[in-house]
């Protein structure tokens, strides 16, 4: 059985224009844990100033109600983020950079070099398991296409130490990149962004080369506020029901995330980007 991270609460709502209270980010959570989501990423501990829809990480870590069989995660870019994640009693952390020099500086206004140098210290350091994700894995918007063997040499600086992720952070990426860069980096998985409508392929073609990881976001949420029109992730029911169909086991409940999308469009105020929860499932 493969792993699907959901993403919303964290990379689905740091891209919307208006902040959700903590209760509600927490309700969202507690929403995709009922539906049997075996991973979410409940929150961002970045500075408020920067992500203001992230603001009170730590109030929505206390108003989840824990479910079992559900890994919690959250995210951070530097060492204080790290720490306050650790402290909000998190399962896991999810530390993020990006493979290019621009694009770090840009979003953590760091140097490559550091923002590697951060991820090494928190690996030597930490209790808890260690997700990193490799952002701008396949384009950066202000370097154009990145060198696979580029990232395959970050990634070989890190073999062993966690669990990997390549990130298509602006949706640039085909079937064939991600296969060849999946089998080259032996990477665990993908977070993918469905931009120029290619995600869900490049989701098959993440698994046909050994990945086992999948991140995704409810109704399609999503988005970089430090990557220019990049949209959403990959819709979580989207892309369930099309691993469904394909006889790929993912032991969620469909119906249930459905019901999550449809919550959230009331939330939100508008249609989402995804189609299975507009659709319905098909018997």
């Given at each position: ?140 918007p202000f370097e154009g296409r990145v ?87 990959i819709a979580t029911e989207d892309l369930?029901?099309l691993l469904d169909g394909e006889g ?36």
């Amino acid at each position: 059985m493969i792993t699907i991270c959901d993403v919303g609460p964290r990379d689905g709502l740091q891209n919307e224009p208006e902040s959700l209270d903590a209760h509600t980010r927490a309700e969202l959570v507690n929403r995709l844990a009922a539906a049997g989501l075996p991973r979410v990423e409940a929150a961002s501990f970045v500075r408020e100033d920067a992500v203001p829809q992230m603001a009170g990480a730590e109030e929505v870590v206390k108003a989840i109600e824990r479910r079992e069989g559900t890994e919690y995660s959250g995210l951070a870019l530097n060492q204080k983020g790290y720490e306050r994640l650790v402290a909000s009693g998190l399962d896991r952390v999810n530390f993020t950079f990006a493979v290019t020099e621009t694009f770090n500086l840009r979003n953590g206004n760091r140097s490559l070099a550091d923002a590697q140098a951060g991820a090494d210290a928190v690996l030597a350091q930490s209790s808890l398991p260690v997700t990193l994700t490799l952002s701008c894995s396949f384009g950066d918007p202000f370097e154009g296409r990145v060198d696979p063997g580029a990232v395959a040499a970050i990634v070989e600086h890190f073999d062993g130490r966690a669990e990997i992720v390549l990130a298509d952070t602006i949706g640039v990426a085909t079937p064939s990149q991600v296969r060849a860069l999946v089998e080259r980096t032996r990477a665990s998985g993908v977070h993918l962004h469905n931009t120029r409508n290619t995600g869900y392929a490049n989701a098959l073609a993440a698994l046909e080369a050994g990945a086992t990881l999948l991140d995704a976001s409810c109704g399609g949420l999503g988005g970089c506020p430090y990557a220019p029109r990049a949209t959403g992730n990959i819709a979580t029911e989207d892309l369930v029901y099309l691993l469904d169909g394909e006889g790929v086991a993912t032991g969620i409940d469909i119906d249930a995330l459905i019901a999550t999308s449809e919550w959230l469009e009331g939330v939100l105020g508008r249609r989402l980007e995804g189609y299975v929860y507009r659709a319905g499932t098909f018997a």
